[in-house]
């Protein structure tokens, strides 16, 4: 178990040299067929006289569209979370509580009892937030407690992080809870 000193950062700000960003080749050339095919409708709308206008609203239609889920693919599927050692995807995943758990939940990432079954209560709204970050290989966890104070989820843990058998061993009681 390796803890963040401070709670000040969240747990999508902590560094780690072990988590890395990658461009998803995938996702870029999806992106750029989308804005391309888009492009070409519009091209087809405007160049061609065709016979009827319902044809030529069709195409402008679908040619925003496809530029629109281009752009969309491209500027926010662009990159992912990849855990270094494993090169494995990292998914992210919140739970919320409702704030009479909150002393619970501090006491488990007090006395580090991460199999604590108080996970079962989570539910679908809270003023309490817990946010992993876990990898696809279940080599790697990343966890975090925030409140809701105004407007925003406040840290009001550090960033705990686990790998290898100890991320697995986390990752498993959190699968026998039914949350991940």
Same mark, same amino acid.
């Given at each position: 178990?390796?803890?963040?000193?401070g709670?000040?950062r969240?747990? =999508?700000?902590?560094?780690?040299?072990?988590?890395?960003?990658? /461009?998803?080749?995938k996702?870029?050339?999806?992106? #750029?067929?989308l804005? #391309?095919? @888009?492009?070409? $409708?519009?091209?087809?709308?405007?160049?061609?006289?065709? $016979?009827?206008?319902l044809?030529?609203?069709?195409?402008l239609i +679908?040619?925003?569209? $496809?530029?629109?889920c @281009?752009i969309y !693919? #491209? #500027?926010w599927?662009?990159?992912?979370?990849i855990?270094?050692?494993t090169? /494995?995807?990292?998914?992210? *995943?919140?739970?919320?509580? %409702?704030?009479? *758990?909150?002393?619970?939940?501090? !006491?488990?990432f007090n006395?580090?009892n991460?199999? %604590?079954?108080?996970? =079962?209560? +989570?539910?679908?709204?809270?003023?309490?937030?817990? %946010?992993?970050?876990?990898?696809? %290989?279940?080599?790697?966890?990343a966890? !975090?407690?925030?409140r809701?104070?105004?407007?925003? =989820?406040?840290?009001?843990?550090s960033? *705990?992080? $686990?790998?290898?058998?100890d991320?697995?061993?986390?990752?498993? /009681?959190?699968?026998? /809870?039914?949350?991940?």
């Amino acid at each position: 178990m390796i803890c963040t000193s401070g709670t000040s950062r969240t747990i =999508y700000s902590f560094c780690d040299p072990s988590i890395a960003f990658r /461009s998803d080749i995938k996702n870029i050339i999806l992106g #750029l067929g989308l804005f #391309l095919f @888009g492009f070409l $409708f519009f091209i087809i709308a405007f160049k061609v006289h065709l $016979f009827t206008s319902l044809l030529r609203f069709f195409l402008l239609i +679908a040619g925003i569209a $496809f530029l629109l889920c @281009g752009i969309y !693919q #491209l #500027l926010w599927h662009l990159r992912k979370r990849i855990y270094v050692p494993t090169g /494995s995807s990292i998914k992210n *995943y919140s739970f919320f509580f %409702d704030d009479k *758990y909150s002393k619970p939940l501090l !006491q488990m990432f007090n006395d580090e009892n991460w199999e %604590d079954h108080i996970i =079962y209560m +989570a539910s679908s709204t809270g003023s309490l937030r817990l %946010d992993f970050l876990v990898s696809l %290989d279940r080599k790697f966890i990343a966890m !975090q407690l925030l409140r809701y104070v105004g407007t925003l =989820y406040l840290p009001i843990t550090s960033v *705990y992080y $686990f790998v290898g058998d100890d991320a697995s061993d986390i990752i498993a /009681s959190l699968l026998v /809870s039914h949350a991940l």
